[in-house]
């Protein structure tokens, strides 16, 4: 199924021609330092894809959905959408080949804007790695607000479309004194 359609990319259900694509990115160390708990060998993957080949958006459940070239159909990355007690979070990993050419911003700009249409009353939150400066800079990009550092998840926290109490919580959270 296709979710969603770009200027240059198409946003659809992971397929079994996708698993070796995922497995090469997955195991690079320019896209795979900064995940936690991702699969990666080639069974857990195939494995994966077909668990999750006829994932839908909505929000009883996480849904992963590849991120392919519009032109030719090739999967460039992947982002997982993860709906839980009002908020949705969003993972993502792109290959390395791909990086630095806007493909990521294309394709996250595009899903915020959607989920967000169809499901208003959700909050929007993503973590990552402090280190990972490249993707701090695109969830900024994106309209995310840095919330700072949970040191109990060991995560920067974002957060974007949230009521003043979650932002008051999940600033609470990062409160080093805590």
Known sequence: MVFLTTQRLV?????????????????????????????????????????????????????????????????????????????????????????????AYEALSALLELLHNRFPEQEFICFTEAENLPSRALLRKLGYQDLGYAPKIQSQIFGKWLTPQSEAELRQATDPAR
């Open 11 to 103: 946003l659809r259900n992971v397929a079994p021609e996708d698993a070796d694509t995922m497995y090469d990115y997955r195991n690079n160390e320019l896209c795979a330092r900064y995940q936690r708990g991702q699969v990666r060998d080639r069974e857990g993957i195939a494995a994966l894809v077909e668990r999750r080949r006829s994932d839908v958006l909505g929000l009883e459940q996480p849904a992963l959905l590849a991120v392919a070239l519009r032109d030719t159909g090739e999967m460039i990355g992947e982002i997982v959408v993860m709906p839980q007690d009002g908020a949705i979070s969003l993972g993502y990993t792109f290959s390395y080949r791909h990086h630095r050419r806007g493909y």
